[in-house]
């Protein structure tokens, strides 16, 4: 309970936990799962969403044929209502050196204790809405993988499976992200939280959103990479490719930030680009926020 | 008031200013390592700017001021003109002090006695000059000071003439009932004793003629004249020793218990001091030296104790001459009375002596290294970086 990112005994802050009700996890993409849930879903079937009516073929069940309709038109049509199915989400968490990185203002919060809050609390939306969910950790020593499933027992395994991730390592190779081809399922939604910066998590973004799966981003930024507060001397380190720079921080001030938001803005439009939707979070921000900007009511208005 | 530095070039001694300026620089240009992800889109600039700037302000002007503090402590501070310009009041001791407090309200009253103590203060017994005192306090008082002392009306250890100040003395004379010491009595006139080696009988005659002059001419007195054998009496104060070759360890004893010898010419002494000219004649030459000698004295003549040798021997002056080297000289008189010894004007005027900062500013440093020890160790303070 001493490294980086496992400082935090509960993900979820209660104020926090008070605010997720209002929120529900969406998909833009209908999924055509066996069972009931609350997605929509391309399957004709028993269900309130009124799909279509058809013609009547033998075989059909008599009940489902609309009789005030046979009134109307004497002959037989069958209604038939979308079926609602549940949803299989994938957390996918960036474990890599950089996500380690905390403000000198708020010691032990790290990139990576905030993504473990984030998986959390959309473990818990998951959870309430009977959702599938499963986690993916992603470092170059090897993916860790919780297959989806439903229940209190798989948010145990799942919580379980958080405590225990630290940040070390850099974003793995091409290679050992094979597991993700062969487990995400068209149609899953898939939530990568992760600082953003390797070209290579860009990559298994846009990818997995043009094989029809449906890829949310939450980018975690620590506040001193939005303010740069830096003032004097510093020997600026990274930690994943062990690269320094020297330089004083005020002069370098209004240079950093100008090119950070430019690429943040280049960044946001790949995004856009592929339809992955994304959101932006400061670790100096309530833990809801993106989340809020993701699974906010716009979206959630056509699940009412 | 203006200030003034004894030694200016320890001024120099500023340019110490320096060493905490540029210790704090050099301590700011040192690099915090700082875990930074965002590596990619930080570029150093081609040319880093390196701005002065200084942090912990008030630490920073403390140093700097003790400093300089001590630089000024080199350059040893005084102060021009910071004396007190009101009137002095000074009472000579032995007088009621009261008449002297109503001169004036703001005026300040001290004793005239070594280091002038404040009236409140009891003045030490003391028989200095107070010619002397006053010259001292003339001399260290701005020339506008108007000075009133106060005096008895019998003064003791006055000069021998009226003493001249640079300013106008307020003179008050308070009558005081005088000590009743004893008079001095007459001194009574010296006698010697004289012994001689037998061939040197012949000079005897000189030193008894000169002997019997000195006693009152009625007195019937005699001269102890005996050979050099003959035992002296206890209470001999003067011996004339008229003998060639070594003095006996005896008479040597003598001597230096407090009495006083008179030599001849051949006469020898162990341990001789060294010899001071007491009496010389026109020409310059010393007839008779002198010299301490244990608690005594020991004196010797130059010239054998003839005529043909030393024609003082027949000057009518001669037991004069003899006796004022055989004495030291009486004290001069130096009682006066008061109202004769008001002190004239004219005197000469001497530039006050400045004020020394030294011990003001030693006090200063050590309260701004205090100040400085404690804005350094607070717990205010921020981590060094």
Known sequence: MTSPGTRIADFIPPAVRARLKDLRLTSRRAVGLQGLGLHHSRSRGAGLEFAQYRAYEPGDELRQIDWKLYARSDRFFVREAERESPLAAWLLIDASASMAQEDKARPGWSRLSAAKGLAACIAELALRQGDRFGLVALRDDGVRLLAPGAGLRQRDRFLLELHGLEARGQWPSPEKLRPLWERIGAGDLVVLLSDGFDEGSIEVMTRLAAARREVLTVRILTAEERDFPFSGGHRFHDPETDEELLGDGAAMRADFIARFTQARRELDARLDASGIRHAEYVLDQPLDLPLRRLFGARDAAEYA | ?385
């Open chain 2, 1 to 385: 008031m203006s200030l003034a530095f004894l030694i200016p070039a320890a001024l120099a001694a500023l340019a110490a200013l320096l060493l905490p300026l540029l210790i704090h620089l050099a301590r700011r240009s040192e690099q915090r390592p700082t875990a930074f992800a965002a590596l990619r889109w930080l570029r150093q600039k081609p040319k880093p700017r390196h701005r002065i700037r200084f942090d912990e302000w008030p630490l920073l002007i403390v140093r700097l001021l003790l400093i300089a503090l001590m630089a000024l402590l080199l350059a040893r501070p005084v102060l021009h003109g910071g004396e007190a310009h009101t009137p002095y009041v000074a009472v000579a001791p032995g007088i009621d002090p009261a008449p002297a407090r109503g001169v004036s309200a703001r005026a300040r009253v001290h004793w005239l006695a070594p280091g002038f103590p404040s009236i409140d203060a009891a003045p030490g017994m003391t028989n200095a000059s107070l010619a002397s005192l006053l010259r001292e306090l003339d001399a260290t008082l701005p020339d506008d000071v108007k000075l009133t002392v106060f005096v008895p009306q019998r003064i003791d250890h006055a000069d021998g003439r009226r003493i001249a100040l640079s300013r106008e003395v307020d003179w008050r004379i308070v009558p005081v009932a005088p000590p009743t010491d004893a008079m001095r009595k007459a001194v009574p006139p010296p006698a010697m004793v004289v012994r001689h080696a037998t061939e040197r009988a012949a000079a005897t005659r000189y030193l008894r003629a000169a002997a019997l002059a000195w006693q009152p001419p009625d007195s019937g007195a005699k001269v102890d004249v005996a050979s050099i054998e003959q035992p002296l009496s206890p209470n001999t104060k003067r011996l004339a020793w008229i003998s060639a070759g070594s003095v006996p360890g005896n008479i040597r004893e003598w001597a230096r218990s407090g009495g006083t010898l008179l030599l001849d010419v051949d006469a020898k002494i162990e341990d001789a001091p060294a010899w001071t000219p007491l009496w010389r004649d026109e020409a310059g030459d010393a007839l008779v030296e002198g010299a301490a000698y244990g608690r005594g004295r020991v004196l010797r003549f130059t010239r054998s104790l003839a005529p043909q040798a030393m024609p003082q021997l027949l000057d009518p002056t001669f037991p004069q001459q003899l006796r004022a080297a055989l004495e030291p000289p009486a004290a001069a008189p130096s009682r006066v009375a008061a109202a004769e010894y008001k002190p004239l004007t004219g005197g000469p005027t001497f530039a006050i002596a400045p004020r020394d900062l030294q011990p003001w500013l030693a006090l200063l440093i050590a309260l701004v290294f205090l100040l400085e020890r404690w804005l350094a160790t607070s717990s205010r303070r921020a981590v060094a970086p």
